[in-house]
């Protein structure tokens, strides 16, 4: 009986133990608000000084006219006609090959030296800057392939450079359901295939259309590559005709307004049409996939 007592009184080293977790807890605590207080102060802090310094160059005229260097007036028409192209055709091919190669590697294939070869390849082309994918595009579409400069070649390049991202996304999104839904599915007769479609791949669905939304965010945000591939021409073109014409969307049109005709203000302002064009993408990717997966 005074064993047991003895057992069931707390030691010195005990209490201690506590206090110093208790103290590391709050230590975390404090941590953690810290850092989304400055993430979300930084966040607001970028949307008001983007809306203050770009919503005074926003008129009619910019949103639906084209640059004239005879008229002497700017418009971004034909950038972001281009931009939404771009989007249009990037996602359109990158998307099948990305998703597709992300279902076998996670459900089909039974080689893991080669899983492992693939992610790592993967994840090494995330790291590497968009200027090298530039250079190798400029090289293989426009000079190898012998397509001229324009929304096709830009696309292409891009295609590459977001492919590893939703490839590595949609695979750790499959990753993440439950092999009970698998069995489940296989023990009431469904075939591998209506199983990856019919169980997988609606739940997996969250993490596709996250890593969709980080791509379009990358294609939204991307100018250096686009640069080498995609040109930097100012005039408003049909869908068929931007394919092989040089098109500059809103990234590359700010650069140029920026930096070579010192247009700071219509670079403010594109600069929020850029926020707020990723910002209804986002929105309308979301709404999406919660359709989609009911």
Same mark, same amino acid.
């Given at each position: 009986?005074a064993?047991?007592?003895t057992?069931?009184v ?6 201690? @133990?506590? @206090?110093?977790?208790k103290?590391k807890? &709050?230590?975390m605590?404090?941590v953690?608000?810290?850092s ?7 966040l607001?802090?970028?949307i008001?000084? /983007? ?5 005074q160059y926003?008129?009619?005229? /910019?949103?639906?006219?084209? +640059? $004239?260097? !005879?008229?002497?007036?700017i ?7 281009? +931009? ?10 990158a /998307?099948p090959i990305? !998703?597709?190669a ?8 039974t ?7 693939v ?9 590497i ?7 190798v595009?400029?090289?293989l @579409?426009?000079?190898l392939m012998?397509?001229?400069? %324009? ?6 390049t ?12 949609t695979?750790?999104s ?5 092999n009970?839904y ?6 009431l %007769? ?9 169980v ?20 939204? $945000?991307?100018?250096?590559?686009l640069? @080498?591939t995609?040109g930097?021409?100012?005039? /408003? &073109?049909?869908f068929?005709?931007?394919?092989e014409a $040089? $098109?500059? +969307?809103?990234?590359?049109?700010l650069?140029?307004y920026?930096s070579?005709?010192g247009?700071t203000?219509v670079?403010?302002a594109?600069a929020l049409?850029?926020m707020?064009v990723?910002f209804?993408?986002n929105?309308?990717?979301?709404y ?7």
């Amino acid at each position: 009986m005074a064993e047991m007592m003895t057992s069931s009184v707390s030691t010195p080293d005990d209490s201690g @133990f506590a @206090f110093r977790r208790k103290v590391k807890n &709050h230590v975390m605590k404090a941590v953690l608000y810290g850092s989304a207080t400055v993430t979300v102060s930084l966040l607001l802090f970028l949307i008001g000084y /983007l809306t203050y310094k770009g919503s005074q160059y926003i008129t009619i005229e /910019l949103l639906t006219s084209q +640059t $004239s260097y !005879i008229k002497g007036t700017i418009g971004i028409l034909p950038n972001l006609v281009n +931009t939404l192209y771009l989007i249009f055709i990037t996602m359109v091919l990158a /998307l099948p090959i990305s !998703i597709g190669a992300a279902v076998y590697l996670t459900e089909y294939a039974t080689n893991r030296k080669l899983v492992k070869l693939v992610e790592f390849a993967a994840g090494t082309l995330v790291g590497i800057p968009s200027i090298v994918f530039g250079l190798v595009g400029m090289l293989l @579409f426009t000079q190898l392939m012998g397509l001229q400069q %324009g929304l096709l070649a830009g696309g292409l390049t891009l295609v590459i450079m977001i492919m590893p991202t939703i490839m590595r996304t949609t695979q750790e999104s499959l990753k993440s359901v439950p092999n009970a839904y698998r069995e489940g599915a296989l023990a009431l %007769g469904a075939g591998k295939w209506r199983t990856i479609r019919t169980v997988v791949l609606p739940n997996a669905v969250n993490g596709i259309v996250t890593g969709s939304i980080l791509a379009v965010g990358r294609i939204v $945000s991307e100018s250096a590559a686009l640069l @080498f591939t995609a040109g930097f021409g100012l005039v /408003l &073109h049909g869908f068929i005709q931007s394919l092989e014409a $040089s $098109s500059a +969307t809103l990234t590359v049109a700010l650069y140029v307004y920026a930096s070579e005709r010192g247009e700071t203000g219509v670079a403010f302002a594109i600069a929020l049409i850029l926020m707020i064009v990723t910002f209804i993408l986002n929105i309308a990717a979301t709404y999406g996939a919660s359709k989609l997966k009911k």
